[in-house]
C-alpha cells in the first residue's frame, strides 16, 4: 500500500508537468497561427517561417496562403522524423498537427485590422515569437522551415548556423522576385521583431543567456554520454575528491542555454536522482555552440 501512494505521489507531479508543457504548447501555437491569419497573410509579410514562404510563393505557385504554409508544415515534419528520428517527431509532432488545425479554423473567424503594412509586420513578428518562444519553452519545436537546416546540417556536416542564413537569404530573394525591394524590407522587421520576442519569452525568470552546470554522480558516464546525444552539448570531466570519504570522484561541467536547461535535469534525474548538482548563472560565453561563427 505505502509503494501505491508512493508512486501515485511521484506520478502527480509529472502529470502536472505535462499538462502545463501541453498547454504552453497550445496557448504558443494559437498565438503563432494569429500572427499569420491576422498579419502575416492578409498584408503579405514576407516574414521567416513557413507562412513567409507561403507568401512569396504565392505568385508563382497562385495557391491559397493558408493552403501552402499548412502544406509546408506537415511535410517538413514528415521529412524531419524520416531524417532526424524519433526525437525530432516526439518533440514536434504537438505544435505541428495544432498548426494547420488553428490556421485553419483562424482563418475563417478572425477580423483583419485596417492597418499599414509596417504596424502589420511588427505586431506579426511580436505575436509569431512570443507563441514559438512559448513552444520552445515547453522543449517542443513548432518545425516547419526549422526542419531543412538541420536535415542538410545532418547530411553534409555543414553548420547550421550557415544554413539558416542561407535558407533565409533565398526567402528574402524569392520574396524580392515576387514582391519588390519594398515588401522585403517591411518583412525584415517582422523577422527582427520575431527574434527578440523569442529571446525575451525565453528569458523570462531567468537572469542570463545560458547556465553553468556542475554533476556529481556515480552514473557520470551514462550521463555524460546522454547530455552529448541528446543535447549536442560538450563536456568537461574535472578530477575532485569527496572531503568526507576522501573517494575519487568525476565531475561533470556543461554549459548549456535556457532552452535545454530543463532537458539537461531531466536526464541526471532519470539516471541518478541522487546526484549533486551546482548550477549557475553563465553570461558571457564564447566558443562552439555559443558565438555565431559562419
Known amino acids: 500500500m505505502r509503494h501505491a501512494m508512493t508512486t501515485m505521489e511521484n506520478r502527480t507531479p509529472n502529470l502536472m508537468k505535462q499538462t502545463k508543457k501541453a498547454a504552453l504548447i497550445v496557448a504558443g501555437t494559437f498565438l503563432l497561427c494569429v500572427s499569420v491569419q491576422m498579419f502575416i497573410i492578409p498584408f503579405d509579410i514576407l516574414s521567416g517561417g513557413v507562412a513567409g514562404i507561403a507568401v512569396a510563393l504565392q505568385p508563382f505557385t497562385h495557391l491559397d496562403k493558408t493552403l501552402s504554409a499548412n502544406i509546408l508544415t506537415l511535410a517538413m515534419l514528415v521529412i524531419g522524423s524520416v531524417i532526424l528520428g524519433k526525437e525530432f517527431f516526439i518533440t514536434t509532432v504537438f505544435s505541428s498537427l495544432l498548426y494547420p488545425v488553428f490556421n485553419s479554423i483562424l482563418a475563417k473567424t478572425l477580423v483583419i485590422p485596417q492597418i499599414e503594412p509596417l504596424l502589420a509586420s511588427f505586431y506579426g513578428g511580436l505575436l509569431g515569437g512570443i507563441g514559438v518562444g512559448m513552444v520552445m519553452r515547453a522543449g517542443a519545436s513548432t518545425g516547419g522551415m526549422d526542419v531543412p537546416p538541420l536535415v542538410i546540417n545532418k547530411l553534409t556536416g555543414i553548420r547550421v ?4 542564413l542561407i535558407i533565409d537569404g533565398l526567402t528574402v530573394l524569392l520574396g524580392y522576385f515576387a514582391y519588390g525591394v519594398e515588401a522585403v ?14 529571446n525575451r519569452v525565453l528569458s523570462i525568470g531567468e537572469g542570463s543567456v545560458a547556465k553553468s552546470v556542475q554533476i556529481i554522480s556515480d552514473q557520470w558516464e551514462v550521463i555524460v554520454a ?6 549536442n552539448r560538450g563536456v568537461t570531466l574535472m578530477e575532485g575528491q569527496g572531503g568526507w570519504s ?8 556543461c554549459v548549456v542555454n535556457q532552452k535545454q536547461y530543463p532537458s539537461l535535469l531531466e536526464i541526471v534525474n532519470r539516471h541518478d536522482p541522487a546526484a549533486f548538482v551546482i548550477t549557475t548563472d553563465a553570461t558571457d560565453m564564447h566558443g562552439e555552440g555559443f558565438t555565431f561563427r559562419i
Open 226 to 231: 546522454e547530455i552529448q546525444a541528446e543535447l
Open 161 to 164: 548556423s550557415l544554413l539558416v
Open 246 to 253: 576522501r573517494k575519487d570522484r568525476k565531475v561533470v561541467l
Open 185 to 198: 524590407l517591411v518583412g525584415l522587421i517582422s523577422v527582427f521583431v520575431t527574434s527578440y520576442a523569442i
